[in-house]
């Protein structure tokens, strides 16, 4: 018999009542029995996204869980948020879609729910602001071409459109019923535990009252539900040091025997500059030729205390197979997803680095229900600690800009990562004004950073 949304709601209340549900919120409201079945389904997300990188294979494990267990997990996310929002006010939005298809969204800060709201329609993705955006037009004009295919337009000819009713939309259907509001009269940071392809939405430029979302909140795409409740799930800005950063940047990729490929003058520019203000050695810098696959793994491996890996190169997405379809390209070969799983990053075992995917397409890849698998968790699930992935194919321009605005929020104003995106994303959106295309195209993926923990030049090593 199919699953109504009635029998669906009815069965969540009966689970619900059997467990003991603690008061966690400001007026003391019971749970909602619907947020329990999602905790219950995102813990079991989070060991199939652990499968899946161990074996290649995705199969989320039973769904029977302790009803004080599940509660208890609610409670843990409560107790997290106020201990990290010290310095910054933190929030987390967790999302899940029911068996119906509808997507539930439920705010919490340190005091527990505050916020909940349910789409207006079943949630099916986030394809109709990517259509708003022409995301897949640019894309053509930008993404490689098989050797011996026809070429695309160029990317004068694809105009961007005015995507603000759809992306009205898209804030109902993310941030449902008092959650956008409550975002609206508030500002910090916002941690999310996404659905679906929810994680994958540009939510910098969401319109929040007469503002946008990055006019008040950074953002961290979370890859699991432990990263919510566990205090070792962290990271540590005070790790960065630009100077033992390992940089690559516009590898030379002419003989590559399957695509052709633009060439990428503003990621060199970018590579050149950062390694230029930072002082980068020139062994960590790799361009052109000198790009290759096994260099890359090699400076890894050989600079197993570098704090940054920076890839400034072209990307691919494969929704199919993320791990064996999905690549940076560089200059004798790509650095697929399933290079990621073998176990030769042995430092990051306790050193976790920042990743910065200057690149298309790296916070794509396949959908699950509990979020997207691509290159960005691979990179997580590898050991780094964060990632700078993007979302769609964007120009070299506008990538150059942003990247080189984030390195000055990042490394020289000393603002955790997440922060640092933000304001980058704000620098660029003066440039690109009517254009979130160009500026809110990338995202931060990973564990959020240590509350008031920044950046101190003066006290790293040289």
């Given at each position: ?7 669906f ?17 400001q ?7 619907r ?21 290649g ?54 005091t ?26 640019r ?63 540009p ?16 953002i ?7 990263t ?64 290759t ?17 920076y ?38 075992a ?20 509990g ?91 040289r």
């Amino acid at each position: 018999m199919p699953l109504t949304r009635r029998r669906f709601v009815e069965g969540a209340a009966a689970l619900a009542a059997t467990a003991p549900l603690p008061t966690v919120t400001q007026s003391a409201a019971p749970l909602d029995p619907r947020l329990l079945l999602a905790i219950r389904d995102h813990l079991g997300y989070s060991v199939g996204f652990r499968r899946k990188f161990a074996t290649g294979t995705y199969a989320a494990p039973g769904r029977a869980r302790p009803q004080n267990q599940l509660a208890g997990t609610v409670r843990s996310i409560a107790r997290r948020l106020a201990q990290i929002s010290d310095s910054e006010p933190t929030c987390a939005l967790i999302h899940w879609r029911d068996p119906d298809g509808w997507l539930h969204g439920w705010l919490l800060d340190g005091t527990g729910v505050i916020a909940t709201g349910t789409s207006a329609k079943p949630y099916d993705s986030m394809a109709f602001l990517h259509d708003a955006l022409r995301v897949d037009a640019r894309t053509a004009t930008r993404a490689p071409v098989r050797r011996g295919s026809p070429r695309p337009p160029p990317p004068s000819v694809v105009r961007p459109t005015d995507p603000r009713a759809q992306f009205a939309r898209a804030r109902d259907t993310l941030l449902p019923g008092a959650i956008g509001a409550v975002l609206a009269e508030r500002s910090g940071r916002l941690l999310l535990l996404p659905a679906r392809d929810t994680g994958s939405a540009p939510y910098a430029a969401m319109p929040l009252g007469d503002a946008m979302l990055a006019d008040r909140w950074s953002i961290v795409v979370l890859p699991d539900i432990e990263t919510l409740t566990d205090p070792r799930r962290v990271y540590e800005p005070r790790t960065l040091n630009p100077r033992n950063a390992l940089v690559v940047g516009n590898p030379d990729l002419s003989r590559d025997p399957a695509y052709e490929w633009s060439d990428l003058p503003g990621a060199a520019e970018e590579a050149q500059a950062f390694a230029k203000v930072f002082g980068v050695p020139s062994a960590r810098l790799l361009t052109g030729k000198a790009a290759t696959r096994e260099r890359v793994l090699a400076g890894i491996d050989n600079y197993g205390e570098a704090s940054i890996v920076y890839l400034a190169t072209h990307g691919l997405a494969n929704s199919v197979n993320p791990m064996d379809g999905s690549f940076l390209a560089l200059a004798d070969g790509h650095l697929y997803g399933r290079d990621l799983r073998t176990p030769r990053f042995q430092a990051w075992a306790a050193w976790h680095p920042l990743v910065i995917l200057s690149a298309c397409q790296t916070a794509l890849g396949k959908t699950f229900d509990g979020g997207t698998y691509g290159v960005a968790r691979g990179w997580i699930s590898a050991g780094a600690g964060q990632v700078v992935a993007s979302l769609w194919n964007v120009s070299d321009t506008a990538t150059q800009l942003l990247m080189l605005h984030f390195a000055e929020h990042a490394f020289l104003k000393r603002q955790p990562p997440e922060e640092a995106l933000r304001l980058a994303q704000l620098d660029a959106r003066g440039t690109y004004p009517n254009d979130p295309a160009a500026w809110a195209s990338f995202t931060l993926f990973g564990a959020p950073s240590a509350s008031g923990q920044r950046l101190d030049l003066r006290a790293l090593p040289r």
